[in-house]
C-alpha cells in the first residue's frame, strides 16, 4: 500500500492535494498482491481526478480478524444517484472514463474475500475495503 500511495503522491501534488498516509507497521491481508494494488491505485486516482478534493487520506486500521482499508477525500463527492458500483456507471462520463474502475475495483476486493463500500458523510466521500488478516 505503500508503495502504491508513494507511486501516486506526485500527482497529488501536482493537483495541489494534501495526501496523509497512515498504516500500521505490520498489516498482512488475504489479498494478490497486483489486484490490491490495483484497487488501492483506482481509489486513489478517481479521487485525484473527479473529486475537485484538496485532501486525501489513505488509512488501514486491523479490527477483529479484518483490515479495513480507508481512501477519503474532502472533494466535491459522487455526482450521480445511480450505484458507483454498476458497470459504466460514472459521475463525469468521458472518452477517457469508461466508468468500469469502481465496478473492476469491487469485483476485484470480493474475489480476494473482502467488500467495497461507499459512503458520503460529513463533506467527506469514503470508500472503505475490507479484507481478513493473514
Request: charged fraction near 20%.
Amino acid at each position: 500500500m505503500q508503495g502504491v500511495t508513494d507511486d501516486l503522491r506526485p500527482d497529488c501534488e501536482a493537483n495541489g492535494i494534501i495526501l496523509t498516509v497512515t498504516l500500521p507497521d505490520t498489516l498482512n491481508v488475504y489479498a494478490k498482491k497486483i489486484a490490491l494494488e490495483s484497487v488501492i491505485q483506482n481509489l486513489v486516482l478517481n479521487a485525484i481526478e473527479h473529486s475537485y478534493c484538496s485532501r486525501l487520506y489513505v488509512t488501514a486500521v486491523k479490527r477483529k480478524g479484518i483490515c479495513r482499508l480507508d481512501i477519503v477525500d474532502d472533494g466535491q463527492g459522487i455526482t450521480t444517484d445511480k450505484d458507483v458500483f454498476a458497470p459504466f456507471v460514472s459521475g463525469n462520463p468521458s472518452e477517457n472514463n469508461s466508468g468500469l474502475g469502481l465496478f473492476l475495483a469491487k469485483n476485484a476486493v470480493e474475489t480476494m474475500h473482502g467488500e467495497l463500500t461507499f459512503e458520503r458523510k460529513d463533506n467527506l466521500t469514503i470508500f472503505s475495503a475490507t479484507l481478513p488478516l493473514a
